[in-house]
């Protein structure tokens, strides 16, 4: 007879904190959760580097308010993950020790202010094709964290599109600046809904299992079609030269990113890794006496 948990399942209703659950759906949605977290939490780098030198107030404003979303993003996550009975500390060690993953497209880095606009909008539009359905996960408290992160992401993905938009209608240098960027992050951004569904170990039974509801290679089409009528708009190229409207599938045919670069990318060999690992744990060790300042309060506070 089928257990509780997938009976649960097969009617699509949630999972919660305290029903049982099989030791390996638990493993897999920590190991998930955890690397969405990171992935918030080490994406704030990338563009963090921009906001001292933001061409304007109200461009530092935005950024500034989009980073520090990253930040709440990312802590959400972590909440959502101690669910599951596992402590923050636990996860942010495993990160800072490199035993658990982050997205591999935090790796490059942001050579110009065009990089700002072009993370909203491509980086932001992958995490937005990508997380939309896990609005619909089987796991309670990660399908309500992502609720309201799709919110935010949104609100990101327009303040890229409308800064390059902004960038576009101005100096030759500047539209040049923004086709640079773009030939450099269209096909890091591929990359981001992880390896073809004939390599990905984990699809199959995270789709079984109402984690995911869609294949890498679903939402990486879904990304590729709904992008190349904005890069139209744009007045951008995207450098994919087999990019082509398929009319009988309905769809574009596009090539495939160098997979070799990607593998390297998530072993730790890619352009920023260490150096995105080496700023995390420096951030860490001088917020040493902010942890222990705050848990001496807590302490005093219960004694009161
Ligand atoms: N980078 O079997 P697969 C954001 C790993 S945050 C690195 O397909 P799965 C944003 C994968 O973990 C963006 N590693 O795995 C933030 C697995 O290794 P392990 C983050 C990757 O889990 C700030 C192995 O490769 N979004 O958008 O079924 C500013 C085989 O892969 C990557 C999320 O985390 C990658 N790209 O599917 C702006 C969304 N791809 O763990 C923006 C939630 C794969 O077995 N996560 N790997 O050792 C997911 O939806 C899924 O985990 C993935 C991968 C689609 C990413």
């Known amino acids: 007879m089928a257990s509780v948990f997938e009976q649960t399942i ?22 998930q959760i955890a690397q969405h977290a990171h992935s918030e939490i080490i994406g704030m780098q990338p563009e963090g580097n921009w906001i001292s030198r933001a061409p304007s107030l109200r461009r530092k404003l935005v950024l500034l308010a989009k980073v520090q979303d990253e930040a709440g993003h990312g802590l959400y996550l972590y909440s959502a993950a101690e669910t599951l009975g596992v ?11 490199g035993r658990q993953k982050y997205s591999s497209i935090f790796n490059y880095p942001t050579l110009t202010y065009a990089d700002v606009g072009t993370i909203g909008w491509l980086v932001d539009g992958a995490a937005i094709c990508n997380q939309v359905p896990l609005c619909r996960t089987s796991y309670g408290p990660y399908g309500r964290a992502m609720i309201r992160i799709c919110k935010e992401e949104s609100f990101h993905q327009r303040q890229g599109y409308e800064l390059l938009m902004t960038m576009m209608g101005g100096t030759d240098a500047q539209r040049a600046m923004v086709q640079e960027s773009v030939d450099r992050f269209w096909w890091p951004a591929l990359m981001m809904f992880g390896p073809p569904d004939d390599d990905s170990p984990n699809t199959a039974q995270s789709m079984a299992w109402g984690i995911k509801r869609n ?41 495939q990113p160098d997979w070799e670069e990607f593998w390297q990318v998530v072993k730790g060999n890619g352009p920023c890794n260490a150096q995105r690992l080496a700023h995390r744990r420096r ?18 506070s219960q004694h009161d």
């Open 87 to 97: 402590s923050r500390d636990e996860l942010d060690e495993m990160l800072r020790t």
């Open 215 to 255: 294949t890498n290679d679903e939402l990486r089409q879904k990304f590729v079609d709904m992008t190349v009528p904005q890069a139209k708009a744009l007045g951008v190229t995207l450098p994919d030269p087999d990019l082509v409207w398929n009319e009988e599938r309905g769809a574009h045919d596009f090539g």
């Open 10 to 31: 097969a009617r699509n209703e949630r999972i919660e904190p305290r029903d049982e659950m099989p030791d390996a759906y638990r493993a897999t949605l920590v190991r």
């Open 283 to 300: 951030a860490h060790d001088e917020g040493a006496w902010v942890r222990e300042a705050a848990s001496a309060y807590a302490a005093r």
